[in-house]
């Protein structure tokens, strides 16, 4: 129970991580911790959003594709208001959008290659269950 | 209202409608939800834009996980 609750929840914990460190910058100035200001957390957040690959990929692994667009959304919705109201950098929509897109197609790509993982082992385990030719897919003998 | 604000409003209303249309689809699908009833967690997910999604996505979180979700009748569990 406890488990299957961690494994529930580690999405959204992955990504509520993710978006502490996005905007870890704005809320140093917000709650005033001068002692943790880097210049790391206020230059251009590239490399910042490759931190959402994490939730991405693991969503896409366990919850497939229907899991990847779902992050993937999500994780938009997240940039947005950096990209809206924050960032003082040149084309942030433009950086954001492309990075969710190939986020978004690399999340499928895992989702698409564990149901074609889960197929091929389903397909063994039935050919082992019935080892002669025929029987499997249609039931018939040939 | 400058075309800035229009590509805003936009796009987050895409973003909002994408995720509400997932978020619906997977509430239609289920037998139990929390709270019992559908009717105010369909609210919420259409008339809070963004929010109402991840409040949903928060407090059902095995939308992400098909392999275990207990809640769904077997026709709506195949893999997407």
């Known amino acids: 129970m406890k488990k299957r609750l961690t494994k529930c929840f580690a999405v959204p914990i992955m990504l509520a991580v993710c978006s502490l460190f996005y905007y870890f910058g704005e809320l140093i100035d917000w709650a005033a911790w001068d002692a943790l200001r880097r210049d790391f957390f206020y230059g251009i957040h590239d490399v910042h959003r490759l931190l959402f690959l994490v939730p991405i990929v693991y969503a896409a692994y366990c919850g497939r594709v229907r899991g990847a667009v779902i992050v993937t959304l999500v994780a938009f919705l997240i940039f947005l208001p950096r990209a809206f109201f924050v960032s003082p950098y040149p084309d942030a929509l433009l950086r954001m959008g492309l990075f969710t897109v190939f986020a978004g197609v690399l999340g499928v790509l895992v989702g698409q290659l564990r149901n074609e993982c889960e197929r091929r082992q389903d397909l063994e385990r039935r050919l082992a269950e019935h080892p002669h030719p025929g029987t499997v897919a249609g039931g018939r003998h040939e | ?80």
């Open chain 2, 1 to 80: 209202m400058s075309s800035d604000w229009l590509l805003r409003i936009v796009l987050f209303s895409v973003i909002h409608w994408a995720l509400a249309g997932l978020m619906m689809t997977d509430l239609l699908a289920r037998r139990r939800v929390l709270g019992g009833r559908k009717t105010p967690w369909l609210a919420l997910v259409m008339l809070v834009p963004g929010f109402g999604s991840l409040a949903y996505l928060l407090f059902h979180p095995d939308i992400l996980h098909p392999d275990h979700d207990a809640d769904r009748p077997r026709a709506g569990r195949d893999r997407r």
